[in-house]
């Protein structure tokens, strides 16, 4: 399938990349169907729209950059995206113009089902976790030790 992006244009996507999100992410509830795209050779990705081409999200694996984050996932999530054993989490990335100020939501992560190819943003309650924690610091960390 080709999809138009506003980034890197047209791409040819495979079937395995396509996630549904039955009830979009919050703010942008009309976009249900997504393709992950993976950027080679680093910890990010693209959540892009398939209806809409100006709509993508910058994610990153949040255990790259903070190797303790953790949460339980609510048993409703897991039954709504049929989870049953294999999950990702990925975390939105808010890029600034200064770099150093870059921030990863770890309050509300994405959730995968690449099984089932759904996913969802989950807004974790009862969490210390803010939508605003500093990534430039976090991945100096990360370069430092060589992307381990």
């Given at each position: 399938?080709?999809?138009?992006?506003?980034?890197?244009?047209?791409?040819?996507?495979?079937?395995?990349?396509?996630?549904?999100?039955?009830?979009?992410?919050?703010?942008f509830e009309e976009e249900?169907?997504?393709?992950?795209?993976?950027?080679?050779?680093?910890?990010?990705?693209?959540?892009?729209?398939?209806?809409?081409?100006?709509?993508?999200?910058?994610?990153?694996?949040?255990?790259?950059?903070?190797?303790?984050?953790?949460?339980?996932?609510?048993?409703?999530?897991?039954?709504?995206?049929?989870?049953?054993?294999?999950?990702?989490?990925?975390?939105?990335?808010?890029?600034?113009?200064?770099?150093?100020?870059?921030?990863?939501?770890?309050?509300?992560?994405?959730?995968?089902?690449?099984?089932?190819?759904?996913?969802?943003?989950?807004?974790?309650?009862?969490?210390?976790?803010?939508?605003?924690?500093?990534?430039?610091?976090?991945?100096?960390?990360?370069?430092?030790?060589?992307?381990?």
């Amino acid at each position: 399938m080709n999809i138009k992006t506003l980034t890197w244009g047209t791409l040819n996507i495979k079937d395995e990349q396509i996630y549904h999100f039955s009830k979009g992410i919050p703010g942008f509830e009309e976009e249900v169907d997504f393709a992950l795209i993976t950027v080679e050779d680093g910890p990010f990705s693209y959540l892009q729209s398939l209806r809409n081409q100006s709509v993508s999200f910058l994610l990153s694996d949040p255990f790259v950059f903070y190797s303790s984050y953790e949460f339980e996932l609510s048993e409703a999530d897991k039954e709504e995206l049929e989870i049953v054993d294999q999950v990702n989490v990925l975390c939105i990335v808010t890029i600034k113009e200064e770099l150093e100020s870059s921030t990863v939501n770890l309050l509300a992560p994405i959730v995968l089902n690449p099984v089932k190819r759904s996913g969802k943003q989950v807004v974790l309650h009862k969490s210390n976790y803010q939508a605003r924690h500093g990534l430039w610091s976090a991945s100096q960390n990360y370069y430092e030790k060589g992307g381990e």
